[in-house]
């Protein structure tokens, strides 16, 4: 994929804010979210299935992070300490933190409209 094109993908997930880190400890409350079988993620054409399935939290489409960046060909690092997730390619680097709607792409601050979170590890 032409790196012009994964910028621009990356760019629509953040402000879709489908990304969710597939590493961590806690569920959030039950009540605010549904497994939603009819959710499903497309790459380029293919569908892809992941081991946490898609999930919608206050009417937003929540994806694996992990599983998401590493198809893009990301290095992805999950920093227990501080919570923060990171994926890195040659020359984007995309840091989300749990429980923040704040996003940094390249250090520039993206405002996500869902807070990050994790769901079953």
């Given amino acids: 994929m032409p790196k012009k094109l994964f910028v621009f993908f990356l760019t629509g997930l953040m402000f879709a ?6 590493s961590g400890a806690a569920a959030p409350n039950s009540s605010n979210t549904q497994a939603s079988s009819n959710v499903s993620v497309v ?4 569908e892809r299935t992941f081991s ?3 999930v ?8 694996p992070f ?3 960046f590493e198809i893009f060909g990301a290095k992805v690092h999950w920093d227990g300490k501080t919570r923060t997730v990171t994926a890195a390619t040659d020359d984007i680097e995309l840091e989300l933190t749990i429980d923040s709607d704040l996003a940094s792409i390249n250090g520039n601050p993206i405002k996500l409209a ?3 979170i994790i769901i079953n590890d």
């Fill in 114 to 116: 869902q807070p990050v």
């Fill in 52 to 54: 946490q399935p898609p």
């Fill in 43 to 46: 790459i380029d054409g293919h």
């Fill in 66 to 68: 992990r599983g998401i």
């Fill in 17 to 22: 804010n489908v990304l969710i880190p597939i």
């Fill in 56 to 63: 919608i939290v206050n009417h937003y489409t929540m994806v």
